[in-house]
């Protein structure tokens, strides 16, 4: 039960990441990106358990700006001890 617990805390971590570099770099986009995951079945929250789709839909969004979120996500959880679901999520995020 610990683990399921720490795990939330873990994708609250990252969705919350992604929801304040995506604010900080445009607005508009963070009400495309929410739209386009939820077309998809996803929210912020599947971004450790299925990051391929959730980049695929930040990409797509983003366009040109992708590269901004890249930086912001990749400096804040530089911050954060190393873990290997962070580590996955990175890896596919800077693909």
Same mark, same amino acid.
């Given at each position: 039960?610990?683990?399921?617990?720490?795990?939330?805390?873990?994708?609250?971590?990252?969705?919350?990441?992604?929801?304040? +570099?995506?604010?900080?770099?445009?607005?508009?986009?963070?009400?495309?990106?929410? &739209?386009?995951?939820?077309?998809? +079945?996803?929210?912020?929250?599947? +971004?450790?358990?299925?990051?391929?789709?959730?980049?695929?839909?930040?990409?797509?969004?983003?366009?040109?700006?992708?590269?901004?979120?890249? &930086?912001?996500?990749?400096?804040?959880?530089?911050?954060?001890?190393?873990?290997?679901?962070?580590?996955?999520?990175?890896?596919?995020?800077?693909?």
């Amino acid at each position: 039960m610990a683990w399921a617990r720490d795990m939330q805390v873990y994708k609250d971590v990252v969705s919350s990441l992604l929801e304040k +570099s995506i604010l900080d770099i445009d607005i508009k986009s963070l009400s495309k990106i929410e &739209h386009t995951l939820k077309e998809n +079945s996803l929210t912020f929250d599947d +971004s450790l358990d299925n990051p391929e789709a959730v980049n695929a839909i930040l990409k797509q969004v983003l366009g040109d700006k992708y590269q901004r979120l890249v &930086h912001a996500v990749n400096s804040e959880l530089s911050l954060v001890p190393k873990m290997e679901l962070f580590d996955r999520f990175i890896t596919i995020l800077n693909k």
